[in-house]
């Protein structure tokens, strides 16, 4: 650059300017695409209809009958047909609520390997 003018050195020197900040720009906007992309990915992996279909069932059969069986067959159906395990605890009395009451609670648990979902639930 010792050959070059005052002007074609400053012409040089914003070249590389520029570039650089297309450089930059460039491995910013890749880098927002893909944070983008996992928390749309992790959204559309969200199995709430599922938890919903398994949190309606298991409340309907603690209210019918609490039995063993039909806690296993909910437990094998869910993991054939969703590839997700289900387990819960028939109703009772639990520290959950205090012991004056008549409620019952089941604690139910949803997990499909990228899913996990505990819940408290309190009969009215």
């Not at 944070?35 to 949190?55: L, M, W, Y």
Request: overall charge negative; some cysteine.
């Amino acid at each position: 650059m010792a050959r070059l003018n005052d002007d074609a050195q400053w012409i040089v020197l914003m070249g590389f300017l520029v570039s650089f900040s297309f450089f930059f720009l460039t491995l910013v906007i890749n880098q927002s695409t893909v944070v983008g992309q996992t928390t749309a990915e992790s959204v559309i992996e969200f199995p709430k209809n599922d938890i919903r279909d398994v949190k309606s069932i298991v409340i309907q059969s603690s209210f019918s009958s609490p039995d063993s069986r039909i806690q296993n067959d909910i437990t094998n159906i869910s993991l054939s047909r969703k590839s997700a395990v289900v387990d819960y605890t028939l109703p009772f009395t639990h520290d959950c609520v205090p012991e004056d009451t008549t409620y019952n609670c089941t604690t139910i648990h949803y997990n499909n390997g990228v899913t996990e979902y505990n819940e408290n639930w309190i009969s009215p």
